[in-house]
């Protein structure tokens, strides 16, 4: 288990570019924290040459999720947040032509994928599966060399270091727990969303922390609109078909508009039928998967496999609950955010760890105790629901096919979703002082569970589903 550490609404949701936030964004940030070793070290003008070492999950699956790609954009001084995603073939396929790679955007030196970036399938390091080794070779013959841990939820670790590299400040209330979250609940009566804000003043004022979750929210939008309103198949060779854009058609009678405002306003008046509400649900889930199947922009909500659940319970919320205003969607946001942590403190939040629970089961449980905040929910209401989330997704394992975050990841976004709005609904509607099962408890659950079950399981693609449907992919 990771050590604990001091998390941030900005470290739970981070902006980036998919499949896959511990095998693309972790990678990736791996990768340009490299370059800034090299560059600290006087080394980078020296380098003759770059090796890549990719070990465990990282080398079972890197290719599916594209971290080759990442890694190579990471080295070549591209930025996740600000990379136009349209450009990422243009320029790995530049890198693969020429057989050059521009480290840091100034120092060009020959690379060759094949003998260059090696994938040791049999071999893992024992802090975490998700690792990666860069080599750098130096013209005075001398080497720099730095391991790195992607642990999930776009987190990384240098070998060496405990915890991310980041500046610890004096929070006003110091969390660990569900327990400790109740405790500062109870004793200044704030809310979950009001404690975290406070908190988040120890970084910044609260207009910056405001502004940066507004952006978190329209970086989510932007992506469930695109989703919404794009045809064909996920790249991969599953040949996969996106489906969010046809049931977008459907719902709204192949009427179509052009802005979110009157597509949200447009998807009210078709009715709040359970059948029409479940539908519309699982539309924004699938939406935000595929886009991130398609490596498009999109936000770690903890996780980019579980990127789906949160936006698509938040629209929810604004398009069925009268939740379309800037004060609810800062707290609802906030709110998952210190849920995340939560699970991320007392467990994991990586596939590789713990099985898809790590990821649908935490976003569950998130945006389940969001949306019971949000509906008026107590503090203990809103915990309940968390508990409820994740207590059903316990043990689901992570076997994805081809080692692509298609099948079975994308439908798994609709049901983490849904699962989180009836988590919500039966805490509403129950007394949680007689509630059995407390979050922490479950937290422990979730990792005892996570260091229980197989590693088959955990985001190798050496089991389950993974294993039982007969695919055939191109060479890549």
Not at 48 to 68: C, E, M, R
Not at 73 to 99: M, R, W, Y
Not at 371 to 393: D, K, N, P, W, Y
């Amino acid at each position: 288990m990771q050590q604990r550490e001091q998390i941030s609404v900005f470290d739970m949701f981070k902006i980036g570019i998919g499949p896959s936030s511990s095998h693309t964004l972790g990678p990736w940030r791996a990768a340009q924290q490299f370059v800034d070793l090299l560059i600290q070290q006087d080394a980078l003008p020296l380098v003759v040459q770059v090796k890549i070492l990719l070990y465990g999950s990282l080398a079972k699956t890197g290719k599916g999720h594209g971290t080759d790609i990442a890694i190579l954009l990471g080295l070549s001084g591209d930025d996740p947040v600000t990379f136009e995603v349209d450009q990422i073939d243009t320029k790995i396929a530049g890198i693969n032509n020429t057989h050059k790679l521009l480290l840091g955007g100034n120092k060009e030196v020959s690379f060759f994928a094949d003998d260059d970036m090696l994938f040791l399938f049999t071999e893992s390091l024992p802090y975490h599966p998700n690792a990666v080794t860069f080599q750098a070779f130096l013209s005075n013959e001398t080497a720099v060399s730095a391991t790195f841990y992607s642990i999930g939820g776009g987190f990384v670790v240098k070998e060496g270091a405990q915890t991310q590299q980041k500046t610890e400040v004096d929070l006003p209330f110091p969390i660990d727990t569900a327990g400790d979250l109740l405790h500062w609940c109870i004793k200044t009566g704030l809310k979950i969303s009001e404690v975290v804000m406070e908190n988040e003043l120890a970084w910044r004022s609260e207009q910056e922390t405001r502004s940066g979750v507004l952006n978190i929210f329209t970086v989510m939008r932007d992506c469930m609109y695109r989703g919404c309103h794009t045809a064909g198949n996920l790249p991969g060779g599953l040949n996969v078909a996106r489906r969010a854009s046809a049931l977008n058609k459907r719902l709204l009678t192949n009427k179509t508009y052009t802005n979110y405002a009157e597509w949200v306003q447009a998807m009210r008046q078709t009715g709040n039928g359970f059948q029409n509400i479940l539908d519309w649900v699982s539309c924004f889930a699938l939406a935000v998967n595929e886009e991130n199947a398609s490596f498009g922009r999109v936000v770690t909500a903890p996780t980019n496999g579980a990127a789906g659940v949160i936006p698509a319970v938040l629209q929810y919320y604004i398009s069925f609950c009268d939740g379309f205003n800037e004060e609810r969607i800062i707290q609802f946001l906030l709110t998952a955010s210190e849920v995340g942590s939560i699970f991320k403190k007392g467990a994991t939040i990586s596939a590789a760890m713990g099985g898809c629970q790590a990821e649908i089961g935490v976003s569950s449980a998130m945006a389940a105790a969001a949306l019971t905040e949000c509906l008026g929910g107590s503090q203990r209401q809103v915990l309940m629901a968390a508990e409820i989330a994740m207590e059903h997704h316990l043990g689901l394992t992570c076997d994805p096919i081809g080692g692509l975050v298609q099948v079975p990841c994308i439908e798994r976004n609709t049901m983490g979703a849904i699962k989180a709005i009836t988590a919500s609904q039966l805490a509403l509607q129950t007394n949680p002082d007689k509630a059995k099962v407390s979050l922490d408890a479950v937290v422990r659950t979730m990792w005892q569970t996570a260091q229980d079950m197989n590693s088959k399981y955990k985001e190798t693609s050496d089991g389950g589903l993974a294993i039982n449907i007969p695919i055939s992919l191109p060479e890549c």
